[in-house]
C-alpha cells in the first residue's frame, strides 16, 4: 500500500473516531440533562408531597369541620332548636318519657332488647309520648366515630318516617347487629346500610342511603350530642318522665327488664 494510501485511510479512522465521540458527547448530554430533569421533578414531586402532607395534616377532621357547619340540616320530624327535639308518638299524650342513649352503649343495647318492645307497646297505645335524646361519648372513650355515625344515620331514618327510626334504631341495638363496644363497626356506613336492609322503609331507599353515605346530617348529630351534654345526664341508659328519673327498685339505673319497666312506669305515670 502506498504512503499516500496509508494517509488517507488514517485520517478516515480519525473522522469517524470524531464523529463517535461526537456522538458519545451527544449522548452524554442528554443523558445528564434527563438525569438534572428527572432530579428536579423528584424534588418538586417530594416538595409537593410535603406541603400536601402538612395541609392535610393541618386540615380539620371530617367530625371536627361538622362543629363549624351553622346552617344545619335537621332531619324531618324534629323539632326545635336545630331540630334537636325528637319526639315521636301521639300528640293527645299527656306525658312525655325522655330515652338518652348511645348507639355503642352495650347496656343501652340490653335495655332495648329488653323493654324497647315495651315501650314501642305503651307509645302505640298512647300511654305518654317518647323523646329520644342522642349521645355521642363512647367515641371519646373507647375512641372511634360509631356513637357519632350511628346517630346522624339515625337523622336519616327520622327523615323518611318516625315509624323508620324506631325499627333501625331497634334493628341496631339488637343481637344481631349491636358489636361490642371497643369495636367500631357503626363507625362503616357500609354496616350501617346492611342494618337498614332489614328496615322495610329502609330497605334500597335511595334518599336514605345517600344521606348515609354523604353525611348529610352529621353535623345534627353534633348538635343532639351537644344537646345531650348540656342535659347533665351522666350516664346511658338514662330515663325521665317530665324531667323526673325513671328508675328501678334500687332507684340508681334505668328499669332494665319489662316487669321492672312496668312497674316503675306506674309509678311514674301517677306522678
Given at each position: 500500500?502506498?504512503?499516500?494510501?496509508?494517509q488517507?485511510?488514517?485520517?478516515?479512522?480519525?473522522?469517524?473516531?470524531r464523529?463517535?465521540?461526537e456522538r458519545?458527547?451527544k449522548?452524554?448530554?442528554?443523558r445528564r440533562?434527563i438525569?438534572?430533569?428527572v432530579?428536579?421533578?423528584?424534588a418538586?414531586a417530594?416538595?409537593?408531597?410535603?406541603?400536601?402532607?402538612?395541609?392535610q395534616?393541618?386540615?380539620?377532621?371530617?367530625?371536627e369541620?361538622?362543629?363549624?357547619?351553622?346552617?344545619?340540616k335537621?332531619?324531618?320530624?324534629?323539632?326545635?332548636?336545630?331540630?334537636t327535639?325528637?319526639?315521636i308518638g301521639?300528640?293527645?299524650?299527656k306525658?312525655?318519657?325522655?330515652?338518652?342513649?348511645?348507639?355503642?352503649?352495650p347496656?343501652?343495647a340490653?335495655?332495648?332488647?329488653?323493654?324497647?318492645?315495651?315501650?314501642?307497646?305503651?307509645?302505640?297505645?298512647g300511654?305518654?309520648?317518647?323523646?329520644?335524646?342522642?349521645?355521642?361519648?363512647?367515641?371519646?372513650?373507647?375512641?372511634?366515630?360509631g356513637s357519632?355515625?350511628a346517630?346522624?344515620?339515625?337523622?336519616?331514618?327520622l327523615?323518611?318516617?318516625p315509624?323508620?327510626?324506631m325499627?333501625?334504631?331497634?334493628?341496631?341495638y339488637?343481637?344481631?347487629?349491636?358489636?361490642?363496644?371497643?369495636?367500631?363497626?357503626?363507625?362503616?356506613d357500609s354496616y350501617l346500610?346492611k342494618?337498614?336492609?332489614?328496615?322495610?322503609?329502609?330497605k334500597?331507599?335511595?334518599?336514605?342511603?345517600?344521606?348515609?353515605?354523604?353525611?348529610?346530617?352529621?353535623?345534627?348529630?353534633?348538635?343532639?350530642?351537644?344537646?345531650?351534654?348540656?342535659?347533665?345526664?351522666?350516664?346511658?341508659?338514662?330515663?325521665k318522665?317530665?324531667?323526673k328519673?325513671?328508675t328501678?327498685?334500687?332507684?340508681?339505673n334505668?328499669p332494665?327488664?319489662?316487669?321492672?319497666?312496668?312497674?316503675?312506669?306506674?309509678?311514674?305515670?301517677?306522678?
Open positions: 500500500m502506498s504512503a499516500r494510501n496509508k488517507v485511510n488514517k485520517a478516515a479512522a480519525r473522522e469517524r473516531l464523529q463517535e465521540r458519545q458527547a449522548r452524554d448530554k442528554a440533562q438525569t438534572v430533569g432530579s428536579v421533578l423528584a418538586l417530594l416538595a409537593g408531597g410535603i406541603g400536601y402532607a402538612v395541609v395534616a393541618n386540615k380539620p377532621s371530617h367530625w369541620a361538622a362543629k363549624g357547619v351553622k346552617d344545619v335537621a332531619p324531618r320530624n324534629t323539632a326545635g332548636e336545630n331540630g327535639t325528637v319526639v301521639k300528640p293527645s299524650a306525658k312525655t318519657l325522655q330515652v338518652f342513649e348511645d348507639a355503642r352503649c347496656v343501652c340490653m335495655f332495648e332488647q329488653q323493654v324497647g318492645p315495651a315501650i314501642e307497646k305503651d307509645v302505640e297505645a300511654k305518654y309520648k317518647v323523646q329520644f335524646v342522642g349521645a355521642t361519648f363512647i367515641d371519646d372513650v373507647a375512641t372511634g366515630e357519632k355515625n346517630l346522624s344515620a339515625l337523622g336519616a331514618a327523615d323518611v318516617s315509624e323508620a327510626f325499627e333501625f334504631k331497634s334493628a341496631m339488637s343481637t344481631k347487629f349491636h358489636p361490642e363496644e371497643s369495636a367500631d363497626e357503626f363507625g362503616k346500610l342494618v337498614a336492609q332489614t328496615v322495610p322503609a329502609l334500597d331507599n335511595a334518599a336514605f342511603e345517600k344521606n348515609v353515605e354523604e353525611g348529610t346530617f352529621d353535623a345534627w348529630a353534633l348538635k343532639m350530642s351537644a344537646a345531650f351534654d348540656k342535659s347533665g345526664v351522666k350516664g346511658t341508659p338514662t330515663l318522665m317530665d324531667g328519673p325513671v328501678d327498685a334500687n332507684g340508681k334505668a332494665m327488664t319489662a316487669a321492672e319497666f312496668t312497674t316503675a312506669m306506674e309509678k311514674a305515670l301517677k306522678g
